[in-house]
């Protein structure tokens, strides 16, 4: 079989190129209107434009970005029907999760859960991509705390997709602090070691997320 050598730097740049972007559209500095367009990034970045493409194709694949019609990239806005396959998927990923720590019921991996939990809620900012960034740590903690690589890779790979909805939502009228739901609860049933009861419980609260979401959705005038 013949393979090319691979340049293990260049993909590294690339990795950091993906995390550039990623973390511009969640600090609201990508907006719907903008395109991202490779000749322009690689100058800004001042690299090549080889790494900027597999970035902006990672992008794409991963359901965060869409081409344009005028060249360059934008933002993938999403339907309120694929919020909710978003929200399914979330529900197999993390109930999966939480039934692994409710059968472990290991008192250091339960307390290492409220205190993810009590640091990410104390939160100062009340804007969107504060509970955003609070919301994922803590369910990232969950799903990192059942030692599951293949779990942990499947969770950031939807959240990464949410990206483009929840910051760009215009939620202002919904009540963000519902957001953090029953978290401090999640882990008094975990304490139960009762892995069914546990999986319904994440899969309730997730409902409850989604459905603040869609009424932020129903304020934004979306389809």
Known sequence: MALKSIKAERRRLADEVYQQILGAIFNNEVGRNDRLVQEKLA???QIS????REALLRLEQDGILVTSPRGGFVLHDMSVGEVEELYQ????????????????NDPRIN?????????????????????????????RRM????????????????????????LFATIEKVDLSKSFGDHMQLVDIIETGDPRVAEDAIIDHIQEGLELQIEALGQNGAA
């Open 43 to 45: 100058a800004e970045l």
């Open 49 to 52: 434009r080889t790494p900027v």
């Open 89 to 104: 998927a979330r529900a197999a990923i993390e109930g999966q999760a939480i039934r692994i720590l409710a059968k472990r």
């Open 111 to 139: 307390a290492d859960l409220r205190a993810t939990i009590g640091k990410e809620e104390n939160i100062t900012s009340k804007t969107v991509a504060a509970y955003f960034e609070a919301n994922r740590n803590i369910h």
């Open 143 to 166: 799903v990192e705390l059942c030692d599951n690589r293949y779990l942990l890779e499947m969770f950031d790979n939807i959240w990464n997709r949410a990206i483009s909805f929840h």
